[in-house]
């Protein structure tokens, strides 16, 4: 009732005024991006001159030979696989957690969530150098395990939070039911509480797919050869060696930034759900 | 949303209703708190308990990170630190930026919100856009905006050549590099903290909004005295994620200015990187670790027992 009222009264002066903001806001959001993908086409030379419109010549060799090189397909493929092993990691063992903290009694129990809860109030940073002298320590120095292991720690106490909460809010006669019929907590958690929690995993799937597909200065401090790096530590390489030539470098920021903006575009329901729900909620 | 906040402040709370199935919990007890507790702790206390407690130790050491530290020096990197023309820069740029974000990007997102709110064409299309640049990693961002103040090739130096003055280099100037920093940051932040106000402006009661329309209150009044109280916590928390941004800020800052020029940028933690990992300064660097640390959580005490107790 209101809302139609509202859109009925609203003027042309009103509808203008919206569209000319929300546009302007878009182009500002917009046009750096557009410039950057277009930039790739360009040659240095119309760079120079022309950084805004369509490139009067489109130079494909930009692109095709990032494509076809494989400096970009490895940092790609180092990048999916610690976001992927970082999420079941994280997925495995903060549900596990939540699940005892949820259902079970014992002593201690909300003092050892409280402790798990401490690792939301401070960033990575903070702890970066113990953290590079034990995993130094651990013999995990440039490998893959040294950047996801403390992936995985720095997400537990938010994935934790988040399933804990998810698990109490399951219907508590499921429970009666099942331990009735002798069921036991881990048969439980595995055929009842996993199979109805696909929401809040894929919440927490993607948060820290999200975090560790972006993430930097761990991977930054643990890794030392450019073969293992993922792409954000890779790009800042490339950037490094060809460091005059911005529409090589253009072209390189457009291809490892067009997956996110692929799957964003497919999945932005539960994108932005996943990661304003988790911001919330921590 | 408005029922996530609720939980967040009690989490601890104490499981009253669910005390009855009493007997089956006694079984097999052991045997899952053996098996799904131990990943997590173990993997939480190695990586972040630890070396947090580590850094509070080592920051009383001269120590380049190599054998163990045994050059005691109490509280003297704490000395050095705060006598640190760097860290201070440092330490007023990360206000900056949350003072930015107080006064620039929250009513930034607020506006958009609502304008969003109204029931018009390509509001989602819209909405997404804004949303864009919050996925994209911030070394991305920081890239494609290194380009965009580039002096010789970037957007910037279009601009100035149509409006034919001379080409600024703003990233290269110490006056100016800090703000076209926190205009990146605006840039890739706002729509986030407009997505938590658009899901606070969805829990805002319309019977409200219409109540007041008929006691003759007109658009902005409307907004002031009505929409503005009722998103209350969605601000509370828009800051306090604001705040907690600028005290982790880093990925954006190396590809944009590495901290530079003259140390004009930097933030803490890219102060930490510059002065502790690069020369392997470990006392120092855990230094920086611990005021961050301070900071952090005095943060968020303070802020849930001041601003968060009425959610």
New interface residues.
Partial sequence: M??TS??IR?SAG??IY??V??SL??A??????V??AL?GFKS?GE??V???GLPREWHWSNYLDILFGDRYWRQMVNSLFIAVMTVF?TV???A??A??LAH???FGA?Q????????????A??????????IRDLGLLDTYWGVI??Q???G??MS??LF??YF?NLP?EL??AA??DGC???RF?WHISLPLSRPIIATVSIISF?NS??S??VPL?MLNSETKYPW?LG??VY?GEFGTQ?QL??AF?TL??LP??IV??LA?KH??AG???G???? | MTHATATMTAPSAVPTAKTRYKSPTVRGRLPVLILFLPPALLLFTLFVILPMGEAAWYSLYRWNGYGSPEHFIGLRNFQVLFNNAAFSTALINNGLIILASLLLQIPLAIWLATMLAHKIKGAVTFRLIFFLPYVLADVAAGLIWRFVYDGDYGLFAAIAGFFGVATPYVLADKNLAIYAVLAVIIWKYFGFHMMLFIAGLQAVDKNVLEAAEIDGARGWQKFRYVTLPLLGSTVRISVFFAIIGSLQLFDLIMPLTGGGPLNATQTMVTFLYTYGVMRMQVGLGSAVGVVLFVICVTLAFGYKRIFMRHD
């Fill in positions: 209101t809302d509202t859109s609203m009103t509808r919206l569209y903001s929300l806001v878009a500002l959001v917009l046009v750096p991006l410039a950057t930039g240095l760079l120079r022309n950084p805004f990691l495995v063992a903060s596990m957690a699940f005892t079970v009694k014992f909300n050892l969530l409280n402790y798990f809860l401490i690792g939301l109030m401070f960033p940073a903070t702890a970066i150098l113990p953290l590079f002298i034990r292991l403390p995985v720690a720095f537990l106490g934790i939070l804990r909460n109490r508590e429970f009666q331990f009735v036991g907590y881990i958690f999200v597909w972006n930097y200065i401090i954000p790009i800042m950037r911005w470098v253009l920021i490892t930034i996110t903006i964003f575009f932005q994108i932005i990661l304003t729900a911001a919330v909620k921590g």
